[in-house]
């Protein structure tokens, strides 16, 4: 679609454990956004994008941490994964003013 | 601060009827507004969006919605609902002005459940 790619896939990981999810696209876009998605919560924004090292948190960014040093690359960091964010995990971009979001795949993270 | 309300979170339908899904916004300005689907285990897909113009906005699968201002609302409707819609759907809304860094909001989702 627009060339946005997450991995991995599916990742189990340990309690305490850091773990790193990417983001990658090929299209050179400024605007890139990292959201969970939970049952009965809907997508919520944990950290966003606007340019290289420019970012800034979204509404649950507790324990998460972003990098964005090349255009491509959009990076969000578990410091130390507890249970409460096992979740599934998109990417998304924006092509401008009004229009929406392009979403990767998603990452389903198991905290256990 | 934007918000989304989407107030049905199940819904069954039989295959054939009609469709309307409820969006109920919150936003300080002109919004930009979004319907997305998802399918099971699926990314998310945009059906439609608005932002000015006319209030019915067409979509891809058939899918229109109708933006009213005087109620906060964007509803998706769909005449006759195939079985293949079965999924869950979401509304958002988001700003237009690069302040905003377009960020989206998005209601807590629909799922829609067709029966054969």
């Known amino acids: 679609d627009a060339g946005i790619t997450q991995s991995p896939r599916h990742k189990v990981t340990e309690t305490g454990t850091p773990v790193t999810l990417r983001c990658h696209q090929t299209e050179n876009h400024r605007y890139m956004y990292w959201y969970r998605q939970d049952p009965g919560h809907g997508l919520r924004l944990i950290h966003y994008s606007y340019g290289v090292k420019d970012t800034d948190k979204g509404e649950v960014s507790d324990g998460y941490s972003v990098s964005r040093s090349k255009t491509e690359d959009f990076l969000l960091t578990l410091e130390s994964a507890t249970s409460s964010q096992t979740s599934v995990y998109f990417c998304?971009?924006?092509?401008?003013?009004?229009?929406?979001?392009?979403f990767g795949s998603g990452t389903r993270l198991t905290v256990v | 601060a934007q918000s989304v309300t989407q107030p049905d979170i199940h819904i069954t339908v039989s295959e054939g009827a009609s469709l309307e899904l409820r969006c109920n916004y919150s936003y300080g300005a002109t919004p930009y507004l979004f319907w997305y689907v998802q399918s099971p285990g699926q990314g998310l897909q945009l059906l439609l969006k608005y932002f000015s113009g006319d209030t019915l906005v067409q979509g891809i699968k058939g899918f229109e919605a109708e933006f009213k201002r005087s109620q906060s609302s964007f509803n998706l409707r769909k005449p006759s609902v195939h079985w293949s819609d079965a999924a869950e759907y979401f509304c958002?809304?988001?700003?237009?002005?690069?302040?905003?860094?377009?960020?989206?909001?998005f209601g807590k989702g629909t799922l829609l459940t067709v029966n054969p």
């Open positions: 998304a971009i924006s092509r401008g003013a009004g229009m929406g979001y392009t």
């Open positions: 958002a809304v988001g700003g237009s002005s690069g302040g905003s860094n377009y960020k989206l909001t």
